[in-house]
């Protein structure tokens, strides 16, 4: 044998042998999501585990233990209303069947985050809500250092214009300090969300379908409030339809407009991975494993929004129901979406 076969051979070897350590490695790593447990029963731990993961900003961690909870053999169509949603932005059913991936955890993320947020302003104040809009929004940038801020001035918000690549994540608007007004809709709305409220963000369209104004409205049994944050107004205790019969937003809004609107459309801000099947068995599967102080994330859409037209709602010809299509353009914005998630239809 001669010495060049000799060290292609030993070069074979070694290869496999690295190969194989590796793969190894892998399995060990993965291994929950290679091979699900069959007929695996969560434990309290798991959940623990997870929550530990993403306080820790632990990605990798945080997933493996979400498929130990929600183990990915059953994949399941989304529903058909979802079905419509993704054909009209765009995208592939890929999206809401898949494993769970980086988006699912962008997501948790969030929730963790803004829950984290919301719970130092119940702790503050006895109307959160207000000081949530009043500290999240702000004309200026803040002029002292972020160490010489209180809590929730760091999160302060500058209102800016419309853009072509909105955020990804709710976290990267806390981060940059500023929002168009559907990412400050959006990031309210979690907050809000977080709280319990039930929220919709409301476009009002003139007799030509031409929008006028765009509101958020948050209810909670007796509890409602209209946000405003283009004028920096949260009116307490009404909704849009009492404030529009009232001509309460004449001074905001403009009386020649405020007597156009014809039509209302209620729209349901859920973030886009809320859609999907398995993060909505995993909120459910986590809340009974009596962890504390599980943030609200995969709550069915279809039954949020079912829960606001009947405790809420008013099915007339002038109002319309639906689920708000920004969050999907802000995960379509990430340079990380995957080429196969898109459709070119």
Known sequence: MSSIQGNLIAAAIISTVIFGVFCVSYIRKNSLSIFPVSGYIPEQRDAEEWIN?????????????????????????PAPD???????????????????????YLRWKDAYEIRKIVNNAVKTSKQPISLLFEQLLTKEQPSTTKDSMSPYE????????SKEKPYTSMMEIWKKG??????????FSAMTHQLGYDVVIVCMYDSSFKLIDVLCEIRKDDKSFVCDPVNHKLWKNTNIEKLIIEQALHKDVGK?????????????PAESMDYKLYNQQLQERVSKLQVADIPYFGLSPRARMDNYVINYGKKTKKSRYSYWNFPFKSLKSSTEFPKQWHSLK
Not at 53 to 60: D, I, P, R
Not at 94 to 103: I, R, V
């Open 256 to 268: 020649e407009s405020l007597n156009a609107v014809e039509y209302l459309a209620y729209n349901l």
């Open 154 to 161: 760091v999160f302060q918000i500058k209102l800016g214009q």
């Open 53 to 77: 993961a993403l306080q820790a900003g632990n990605e990798e961690l945080a997933i493996l233990y979400a498929s130990k909870i929600v183990p990915d053999d059953e994949p399941t169509l």
């Open 82 to 104: 979802y079905m419509h949603l993704l054909q009209q932005n765009k995208l592939n059913l890929p999206l809401l069947t898949s494993p769970f991936n980086h988006f699912d």
């Open 178 to 187: 500023d929002a168009s007004l559907d990412e400050l809709f959006r990031l």
